[in-house]
């Protein structure tokens, strides 16, 4: 049975920091690629940030560039997201994903097999 479980998700100041941490079990975890993606209240789920094990690379959207930094601990099947600076417009419920795959970073909801059940981020202004 895989399971993707995150934590670290809780309240804070704009400007503030937050780590994610999201747990994996039940799968290979170096054959995933592994994604974060976030839904805002009204909002449709969008992705975030992804991490290609393969190539050593990440991808991130333009509006958490220089700000959220995905990183793995392959050793301990977790995937880490880091937020600097956050924003009043990074609340959200924040979901860890797993995409069969070591080199190809989807950036679609259909791109991704496991999900995790999702923490909720919010900052104040």
């Known amino acids: 049975q895989v399971q993707l479980v995150e934590s670290g998700g809780g309240l804070v100041q704009a400007g503030g920091s937050l780590r994610l941490s999201c747990a994996t079990s039940?799968?290979?975890?170096?054959?995933?690629?592994m994604g974060w993606f976030r839904q805002a209240p009204g909002k449709e789920r969008e992705f975030v940030t992804g991490y290609s094990r393969s190539r050593g690379s990440t991808y991130s959207i333009d509006s958490v560039k220089g700000r959220f930094f995905i990183s793995r601990d392959n050793a301990k099947n977790t995937v880490y997201l880091q937020m600097n600076s956050l924003k009043p417009e990074d609340t959200a419920v924040y979901y860890c994903?797993?995409?069969?795959?070591?080199?190809?970073?989807?950036?679609?909801?259909?791109?991704?097999?496991?999900w995790g059940q999702g923490t909720q981020v919010t900052v104040s202004s």
């Open positions: 994903a797993a995409a069969l795959g070591t080199s190809y970073i989807g950036s679609n909801l259909h791109d991704y097999r496991y």
């Open positions: 039940g799968l290979t975890f170096t054959n995933y690629v």
